[in-house]
């Protein structure tokens, strides 16, 4: 697993990224997508996901956690539960998500986006692969945080593979000592402090369950999509 601040784009070919951003970005999108959503386009720049606007298409936009003006909707990935927006196309710009996104498809073989709530489905796939594996942890702003490392922990422990990662190795111990409270261990993490000032608390706990949905989404040429719709 490795931040993209620390990336070497090189570090990325011939291998299925998996990129993450558990507050709130792939939680959102994995939501969305098992909840009906056609396809979801990443933009990294509010301007130009605006532009989607004038396709018919929703505009989701987010900055620093808070609904960016001009937008249909934030990041929240509440808002696309019980099939809310079921047959739309999604453009969708946050923070550090889609930025991490941009970065990942410039040279991997292949993207998926990795949450807990898809977390077994995206182990189950990647099974039945024979590529090398690499967590794109979205993080904060180029900085390091811990639900999306500790994503990438909880990953590697249900693969099972060899590696030689120690970022890895420290995250499979630790989402072995805290794995069984995830909402109370992160309460103090940097980001679930930002939503918590903006009263998301359940948006937190909800990006924290596990294994609420059978989806693998990955990135396509016309946007993410859910293998499995
Ligand atoms: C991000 O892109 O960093 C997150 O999705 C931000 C958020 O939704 O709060």
Known sequence: CISPDLLDLHEL??????????????????????NGVNSIV????????????????????ER???????FDLGNSPLAYLDQAFAGQNVAM????????????????SEVLIGSFLNLQATVDYLQTSTNDVLVLCAGWKGKFNLEDSLYAGALSLLLGWDHDCDAT???????????????????????????????????????????????VVYLSEEGLKNKNN
């Open 42 to 61: 990443p933009v990294k720049d509010l301007d130009q996901c605006k532009s989607y606007k004038k396709s018919g298409w929703l505009i989701a936009g």
């Open 169 to 215: 190795l420290g995250m499979e111990a630790l989402y072995q000592q805290v794995g069984g409270d995830l909402q109370g261990f992160l309460q103090k993490a940097s980001h679930a402090k930002r939503l918590q000032n903006h009263d998301l608390d359940k948006d937190i706990d909800f990006c924290l369950e596990l294994n609420q949905f059978n989806s």
């Open 13 to 34: 070919a011939n291998k299925t990224v998996i990129v993450v951003d558990i507050f709130r970005a792939s939680s959102t999108m994995v939501t969305a997508l098992s």
């Open 93 to 108: 710009t946050t923070t550090n998500g889609t930025r991490a996104i941009s970065l990942a498809r410039e040279q991997a």
């Open 64 to 70: 620093n956690g808070k609904q960016a003006d001009g």
